[in-house]
């Protein structure tokens, strides 16, 4: 086994709503959308974030797209003009998102 | 087969003219639609409009106008957009302005008014709309009487019926982004409003152009050096018939339209996949296929369509109190540790002033001021940083509470740790708007739709 970065296979961008963050993912390669979904679970999610994500955490699975889109709640510090964060919007939860490790077989080929 | 084709001007307010004003002169568009308003816009633009009774809009979309009124006139390229804000005459009268200067007889120009329910507030209260917070925190009581603006989100009716009295461009406040291209599709393939299926893909073919650039290459993670010429970046076009939906660009601009592209804005700002509600329709992607198409061209498959809901949602700006946010510099060696060490003293010198926000961020610029929590703290990377810049934000109920802080920042230069540099000038107090999304029954919403023509 070793780890990689969600980065190595996937590839999504965040958004927001009021208080709510939003990210997409989808898998670089289809291959990988299993791997995705088997190791990316909204609680490793919401373990990963920590204090950075109040609310719940729900994934929604589009295998059709070969993606998946997390919503968060109270992901944004307060949202809008509320948060004191720099990021207020939330622009950078994607990146943020995707230099999450996560453990893969060592003959995976990662791109 | 007839086809629209139409172009998205603009992501935001504030966005650049240059990709909608290629498009208008060397992409074949029948329509051209640009969003202004995000969730706070209109906030904001109530701010100016008290302050300016002229003020309100979006006065970008007048200079874009200024340059592409006549050409999209000459062209009979339609125009629809959500500048009007919260001075939708004004935009109007502007508007005119503009043709009349340009000679352009016979100009129609439609507009929605009814979106702005402030003034129906206290009659909506009597009749038992509870205003309750769809993200459930918060009770209405508490911001009743902070209230700067009530607008609610509605969708293609009044732009379809301005459409049908011949109008060139159709100015709104709060229509939804996708409403706007919906609209205009609707009415050129005669699509029914109980058409689900199809309104569903109108709505999608909005929500891939409605942000601009970001659907054609920019803010792109799966590959953004591959992105060809983002110093021209195209934004993205829709070409619709019954049977085909397809996104592409304008010829000879730069940017992306490709399957990772498409799909990176295809979920934005989306939540539930099977049902992203909007006033029109309630639109189901979680079966939807992004396949690509040839060059700069991908095509749209099995987007699904469910009865739109009874209720709208309204979104309401409030007057949330104050912050004040500031920056100090330091450079090597131990940067970050000086500036950990002014934050300290900031944080004491409030206390003893009696300085009491309700909330206090400190972060520090070039280490972890995005990334937060999750941001990589090594202590080798640390040591050796060549310079970071502290961050300190505070929120308060009062403005005078919140300016206590300000003069305590640049006496940090010769009174802390060595190195400070204080740059950008004093900061100020910001009024802070609070949003609340609510719900209320359609009925209650009574829009109209009116045309203006330059003689």
Redesign the interface.
């Known amino acids: 086994m070793k780890e990689i970065y969600l980065m190595d296979i996937a590839?999504?961008?965040s958004?927001?709503?009021?208080?709510?963050s939003?990210i997409?993912v989808?898998a670089?390669d289809p291959k990988d959308y299993e791997l995705i979904r088997r190791e990316v679970t909204p609680e490793k999610v919401k373990a990963?974030?920590?204090?950075?994500i109040k609310g719940e955490i729900v994934r929604?699975d589009?295998p059709?797209?070969y993606?998946f889109?997390f919503?968060m709640?109270h992901a944004l510090?307060g949202?809008?003009?509320?948060s004191?964060?720099?990021?207020s919007l939330g622009?950078?939860m994607?990146?943020?998102f995707?230099?999450?490790k996560i453990s893969v077989n060592t003959d995976i080929e990662v791109n | 087969m007839k086809k629209v084709i139409i172009g998205g001007g603009q992501g935001f307010w504030g966005d650049s003219n240059d990709a909608a004003i290629h498009m208008i002169r060397h992409a074949n568009l029948n329509y051209l639609a640009c969003d202004y308003l995000a969730?706070?816009t209109l906030s904001i633009m109530q701010r100016q409009k008290l302050k300016n009774p002229q003020a309100g809009y979006a006065r970008d979309f007048i200079k874009l106008m200024d340059e592409v009124a006549k050409e999209s006139f000459d062209k009979n390229i339609k125009i629809l957009t959500n500048a009007g804000g919260m001075n939708i005459t004004e935009c109007v009268s502007q508007l005119k302005q503009v043709a009349e200067a340009k000679g352009l007889h016979g100009y129609k120009i439609g507009y929605v008014l009814g979106d702005d329910l402030k003034e129906q507030l206290p009659e909506l209260m009597a009749q038992g709309v509870k205003f309750e917070n769809m993200?459930d925190v918060g009770d209405f009581n508490d911001i009743k009487d902070k209230i700067l603006n009530v607008n609610v989100y509605f969708g293609h009716e009044p732009i379809v019926k301005c459409l049908e009295q011949g109008a060139n461009v159709v100015v709104t406040g709060r229509a939804t982004d996708s409403a706007l291209f919906l609209a205009p599709i609707m009415h050129e393939l005669g699509w029914a409003k109980d058409d689900w299926d199809n309104l569903a893909r109108g709505i999608m073919a909005g929500h891939l152009l409605e942000c601009g650039g970001?659907g054609a290459g920019g803010?792109y993670?799966?590959d953004w050096r591959g992105v060809p010429n983002m110093d021209q970046l195209g934004f993205p076009i829709a070409e619709m018939t019954n049977d085909e939906f397809c996104i592409t660009k304008a010829p000879n601009c730069g940017g992306i339209i490709c399957e990772?592209s498409v799909?990176?804005?295809?979920?934005?700002?989306?939540?539930?996949?099977?049902n992203y509600i909007t006033p029109d329709v309630d639109v189901d992607?979680?079966?939807?296929?992004?396949v690509n198409a040839g060059d700069n061209r991908v095509r749209i498959e099995?987007i699904k369509g469910k009865p739109r809901p009874d209720q709208l949602k309204l979104c309401i700006g409030y007057h949330?109190g104050y912050?004040v946010?500031s920056y100090l510099s330091f450079a090597w060696p131990d940067a970050y540790e000086k500036a950990q060490y002014a934050a300290d003293i900031l944080m004491k010198k409030m206390q003893r002033k009696g300085l009491r926000p309700d909330?206090?961020?400190i972060?520090y610029?070039g280490l972890n001021?995005?990334?937060?929590?999750?941001a990589?703290m090594n202590p080798e990377l640390i040591k050796n940083m060549n310079e970071v810049v502290l961050?300190i934000?505070?929120?308060t109920k009062e403005k005078n509470e919140a300016a206590k802080l300000i003069p305590e920042i640049a006496p940090l230069q010769l009174n802390g740790p060595p190195g400070a540099s204080f740059f950008g000038g004093r900061a100020h107090v910001?009024?802070?708007?609070?949003?609340w999304?609510t719900l209320i029954p359609r009925d209650a919403v009574k829009l109209s739709a009116n045309i203006l023509e330059v003689k």
């Open positions: 590839h999504g961008r958004g927001d709503k009021g208080d709510t939003n997409c989808f670089r990963y974030f920590g204090d950075m929604y589009v059709s797209l993606g889109n919503v709640k510090g949202g809008a003009t509320l004191l964060r720099l990021d622009k950078s994607g990146s943020a995707m230099r999450m | 969730e706070l993200d970001q803010n993670q799966y990772e799909k990176e804005q295809f979920l934005y700002e989306v939540h539930d996949p099977a992607i979680s079966n939807a296929r992004v099995n949330a912050k946010v909330e206090v961020h972060s610029v001021s995005l990334h937060l929590g999750v990589d961050r934000a505070i929120r910001q009024e802070v708007i609070g949003l999304p």
